[in-house]
């Protein structure tokens, strides 16, 4: 769906940006140009950062250093609600004893509207956000989806040009995230809003976002479209954070690949990408594959096989040109986050 012609979103400047709580630096020198009506995803490890850049964008958190502006204007000193920009927040943050009509309106009536506008406009939001018919109800009365919804509404109400989206959907089960992902990314577009949102999994920024923004230990380890970030990975960190979590030394530094893009050769065939000659040391069955551990070496990597392989045999596997990820080196710091990135 493409952006309606009355796109209210407005582009964003963060120049140099550095953040620190005391003497804790925690971003770093961050540049980054958002345009309007951009969804950007700010994906990273926990305490990377991410909602840290996310706040100092609002206006809750000062920056030590840099600029940001939005449409031009510099709104670093600017108070959080002078900056055209609503938040939603990972908890929702709804007043357990505030109504959903109420809680949507709280922005309007902030701003000093009259009644008859409010009410006119939460009904306008209760539409948009299918909650029709539910603005006596309190957040205990609402299923988990509805609540977020209820935050996007209170966030969209005061029709801002940029939303700021802190994990929003971290609270909502699988099967419900899916959809809310979908809404989200029409809503968006619909309104053609300038969007940046936090999260630390890779596959909703990479459903959501027009580009990724993945940081490290608060500075941008690489920013592009999702596809970019998948087939050319800038370095090891980002290439481990987004499932090329095998690796595999060779003489001028690492090869990293996904266990679903690597392959156990048949005896004779040949590849165009590096082969290993390795032995299987566990097999698994993991729904419609299975997933056999592969040493080589000192080193042990995941790959998906069609068909169960036993222990002990002895294979070639195979990595694709296009999938093998070669960097120097991988920073230590990589290893840490591996567990975390899996299980997100
Ligand atoms: N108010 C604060 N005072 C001191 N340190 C803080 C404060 N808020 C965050 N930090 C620290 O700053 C670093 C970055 O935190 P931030 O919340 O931005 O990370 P994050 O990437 O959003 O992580 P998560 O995914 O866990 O929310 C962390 O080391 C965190 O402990």
Redesign the pocket.
Do not use: I
């Given at each position: 769906m493409e952006a309606s012609p009355s796109r209210r979103g407005t582009d964003l400047t963060i120049e140099g940006l550095a953040v620190a709580?005391?003497r804790?630096r925690?971003l770093h020198e961050v540049s980054l140009a958002v345009q309007a009506g951009e969804f950007v995803a700010l994906l990273?490890?926990?305490?990377?950062?991410?909602?840290?850049?996310?706040?100092a964008i609002a206006g809750f958190v000062q920056p030590s250093a840099g600029r940001i502006l939005a449409g031009g204007r510099d709104i670093t000193t600017a108070p959080p609600e002078k900056r055209g920009a609503a938040m939603v927040f990972?908890s929702y943050a709804l007043w357990p004893h505030m109504s959903v009509a109420k809680t949507i309106g709280y922005g309007l009536s902030v701003r000093g509207w009259d009644k008859a506008r409010i009410a006119a406009r939460v009904e306008d939001m209760l539409r948009l956000l299918r909650l029709e018919g539910l603005g006596a109800r309190l957040p205990a009365q609402l299923s988990g989806g509805q609540r977020q919804r209820v935050a996007m509404g209170r966030a969209l109400a005061v029709d801002p040009e940029i939303l700021l989206l802190?994990?929003p959907m971290s609270n909502l089960d699988a099967r419900v995230r899916e959809g809310v992902r979908h809404e989200l990314r029409a809503l968006q577009q619909a309104l053609g809003i300038t969007a940046i949102h936090?999260t630390?999994d890779r596959e909703e920024a990479m459903i959501l976002a027009d580009r990724i923004v993945v940081?490290e230990e608060?500075r941008i380890a690489q920013a592009g479209p999702p596809e970019e970030l998948w087939h050319r990975p800038a370095n090891a960190y980002v290439a481990d954070f987004l499932g090329a979590t095998n690796r595999l030394t060779v003489s001028d530094g690492v090869v990293m690949f996904r266990p679903e893009e690597a392959r156990v050769l048949a005896a004779g065939a040949t590849l165009d990408g590096p082969v290993f000659e390795g032995t299987v040391a566990h097999c698994a069955y993991a729904g419609g594959r299975w997933r056999a551990a592969i040493r080589l070496g000192a080193e042990e990597v995941l790959v998906d096989v069609p068909e169960r392989i036993a222990p002990g045999v002895a294979v070639r596997l195979g990595i694709p040109a296009a999938a093998a990820h070669r960097f120097p080196d991988m920073p230590a710091s990589s290893q840490r986050h591996r567990d975390y990135a899996e299980a997100g």
């Open positions: 709580y005391g804790t925690v990273g490890p926990s305490g990377c950062g991410k909602t840290t850049l996310l706040r990972q802190d994990e936090v630390h940081l608060g």
